[in-house]
């Protein structure tokens, strides 16, 4: 590995190993559960009624579920048998919620990357979905979030991600449609500007 092609990227890659997660928000549990309190009583609700007690206690602390990851270590490994064809996991499941309506999304993400100097666990790959998926999410800014973390870390050949997912604000509200599918994608490197590498991924992820 020539020391000219690992130019500074995050500083805990140096040896070959990289952490995430640090820039999530605090959450503020017994702020969270006065706030659902008021939204309870500002909905026209009795808080004191029996069912309803327990309630700002769960909902916040199902937010915290929701909205927190496991602290990620994304190891890579040197590319020694120079492996140089596309490596790709398809149909990882995740679920997000939505930043305009603080409902639930969720669907699978297909993810790809065309190997350069280094390679990295395939499991790791789900977990950089989970990474950025954990959060008050746009799915088109997940898409991205995933290609860039891939990009600025491993330094592949290319990378390629694409998320079908279904959200809870447009199949419970709104337009009302459920079973509707929103794709997205993100192309980087020779997955967007070499044709056959591009539409080997795409038949894959899609087919
Ligand atoms: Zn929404």
Do not use: W
């Not at 026209?44 to 915290?64: H, K, N, Q, S, Y």
């Not at 499991?123 to 799915?139: G, H, I, P, T, Y």
Request: charged share 25%.
């Amino acid at each position: 590995m020539s020391a000219a092609h690992v130019a500074p990227v995050a500083p805990l890659h140096v040896d070959g190993r990289l952490e995430h997660g640090a820039e999530h928000p605090r959450i503020d549990r017994p702020r969270a559960e006065r706030a659902i309190g008021d939204l309870l009583l500002a909905l026209g609700r009795d808080i004191g009624d029996e069912g309803l007690r327990e309630t700002p206690r769960r909902v916040a602390a199902a937010f915290e579920e929701l909205l927190t990851h496991e602290p990620v270590s994304l190891t890579t490994f040197p590319n020694e048998a120079g492996y140089d064809e596309l490596v790709v996991v398809k149909a990882i499941p995740f679920h997000s919620l939505c930043m305009h309506h603080l409902l639930p999304f969720h669907g699978v993400a297909h993810v790809a990357y065309l190997p350069g100097e280094r390679i990295i666990g395939l499991s790791k790959l789900a977990r950089v979905v989970e990474l950025f998926a954990r959060d008050l999410q746009l799915q088109e800014r997940l898409t991205m979030q995933v290609a860039d973390c891939l990009e600025s870390h491993l330094r592949p050949k290319g990378v390629g991600v694409v998320i079908e997912a279904e959200h809870m604000c447009m199949s419970l509200r709104g337009v009302h449609k459920p079973g509707t599918r929103t794709t997205t994608s993100t192309l980087r490197g020779l997955l967007r500007d070499d044709a056959r590498t591009r539409s080997e991924f795409l038949a894959l992820a899609t087919g």
